[in-house]
């Protein structure tokens, strides 16, 4: 496993192919853990303003996008949306049911079951070179710094993500890159082991727990670097606490996280 050294040296990439996979579910499960934001029509909302925002980057740092969603709700308006921006050819919607397991299994399984899907129907993944690089993010979120993270992303890795040690091991899921021989060595098939980690009924560990630790004991055959750089200014509504991430103790959070980053880099919080 290749940890991140020496970013200034380390050119753009925006020479590369790069896919921006957005992932969502309009209308979620009755019964999904934890999940407050339930309402689709919010929702819908969410994903309509995320598009819109990674449409503006399309023929600069994203050279194609794919818009993926497994409750198989009404996609309408979403392509309404890329229509009038005059994208057609460039977006690929993906619209099934793929929400066919128990809603306890939550939201990594479910998303990443969704990627799997992806991986294997998507016409624009079919056609990829094999140094092109996927962005998942989760799309209700807008990364706003998503162009400088693509472009000064280091040459030659197969996985791309965020780790935390501090307060507790923790990967961010809301934003992973990974190239094909990333996906197919790290990633294919990891759905089916991200449910939380249940004892006598009790939840002992978060998805994002358990994701780390599968990623850093399947990934020691790539390279694989484990922060952002800069340190991703995520905008919308999480999902199970209804708040910002931009907005009071959030906003302070990702500010303390962005100066560790560039002062502290050995310090993963």
Known sequence: MTLFKN????????????????????????GAPMLRRVDPKLRLQDYEAALKFYLKLLD??????????????????????????????????????????????????????????VMNHSQTIRNLPPKAVIWKVTGRYTVKN??????????????????????????????IAWTPRGYQV????IYSDLKPLMIDGIRVKD???VFIDLIEERAKTIKLVPRFRPTPMVDGIRAWTNENFLEGKNLLKFYIRSFACKVFPWLWI
């Not at 990594?108 to 969704?114: N, R, S, V």
């Not at 780790?163 to 990967?171: E, G, T």
């Not at 790290?186 to 098939?189: E, F, G, H, P, R």
């Open 186 to 189: 790290a990633l294919k098939n």
């Open 146 to 175: 998503i162009h400088q993270i693509i472009t000064h992303m280091p040459e030659n890795i197969d996985l791309y993500c965020n780790f935390r040690s501090i307060p507790k091991r923790w990967a961010e899921m809301y934003l």
């Open 60 to 117: 600069s740092s994203i050279d194609r996008l794919i818009f993926a969603e497994n409750s198989h709700s009404d996609i309408s308006s979403l392509q309404t949306i890329v229509e009038e921006a005059k994208y057609r050819d460039q977006v690929e919607f993906i619209c099934f049911n793929g929400l066919d397991y128990p809603p306890s299994y939550d939201r990594a399984y479910g998303e990443f079951k969704m990627v799997e899907y």
């Open 7 to 30: 970013f200034s040296q380390h050119q753009p990439s925006i020479k590369r192919k790069h896919i921006l996979l957005m992932t969502a579910t309009i209308t979620p499960p009755d």
């Open 207 to 209: 998805p994002e727990e």
